[in-house]
């Protein structure tokens, strides 16, 4: 089945380390996204890439990074400088746009809490 | 600027009740998309549908229904004879500058009490 997987769902860091989410689609989308959202908020975007080898920062970059390798993968990586890293992280894709607007496809995403 | 606006932060009905969740835009582009988001407590978005900016004809699907008016930049969705099963967050998103960008309202959040 096509679609976006992330993983793992649940994760729990201690202060002061790295960690890093997965997101993988074989949904042969160029474009995919990373979102935050905190309890009863909307989606803050982290980060974006349009086409392998290339991101730009979203709204909230600081104290993310991410690495966009493969078409299928954009992981992204919550480092030590993110002050309030507990959230709920969703990965996105799309196509590209151009003559293309389809919808974002979201995969289930991954809740961090940090200890 | 391109934003999204969804005035109701929370919504309460009674089972069986109609409700209609407002969607207000703005985006200096003549051609844009925009869609319909609902997130169950699960926590993943699905899609519920896509309009693009050349066609203002209202949908239906089933008990689902969207409104969209140029002329007053929104995008409406009415749920009718409304079910628990509809209690979720629904978001609204435009996409604009040639499909590169995606802008998320807050959302709203609906409960559906039986």
């Known amino acids: 089945d096509g679609g976006i997987t992330q993983s793992p769902k649940y994760l729990f860091r201690k202060e002061g380390q790295n960690v890093t989410l997965s997101c993988e689609q074989n949904?042969?989308?160029?474009?995919m996204y990373w979102y935050r959202q905190d309890p009863g908020q909307g989606l803050r975007l982290i980060y974006y890439?349009?086409?392998?080898?290339?991101?730009q920062k979203g709204d909230i970059a600081e104290g993310y990074s991410v690495s966009r390798e493969k078409k299928e993968s954009f992981p992204l990586t919550v480092t030590s400088a993110q002050k309030n890293p507990t959230a709920f992280y969703l990965c996105?894709?799309?196509?590209?746009?151009?003559?293309?607007?389809?919808?974002?496809?979201f995969g289930p995403g991954t809740r961090l809490t940090v200890l | 600027a391109q934003k999204v606006t969804q005035a109701q932060t929370e919504i309460s009905v009674v089972e069986k009740e109609d409700v209609t969740l407002d969607c207000v835009y703005e985006?200096?582009?003549?051609?844009?998309?925009l869609f319909w988001y609902k997130q169950p407590p699960s926590g993943e978005l699905v899609f519920l549908i896509r309009?693009?900016?050349?066609?203002?004809q209202n949908e239906i699907s089933g008990r689902y229904s969207w409104n969209f008016q140029k002329s007053t930049s929104s995008f409406n969705f009415t749920i009718t004879a409304s079910q628990v099963v509809d209690s979720a967050v629904y978001f609204c998103?435009?996409?604009?500058?040639?499909?590169?960008?995606?802008?998320f309202g807050p959302g709203t959040r609906l409960s559906v009490l039986p």
């Open positions: 998103a435009l996409r604009y500058n040639y499909g590169q960008n995606f802008v």
């Open positions: 996105a894709s799309s196509d590209a746009g151009g003559s293309s607007y389809n919808e974002q496809f």
């Open positions: 309009r693009n900016s050349f066609d203002e």
């Open positions: 949904l042969n989308h160029d474009a």
């Open positions: 890439s349009q086409i392998v080898n290339d991101f």
């Open positions: 985006t200096r582009d003549t051609t844009y998309y």
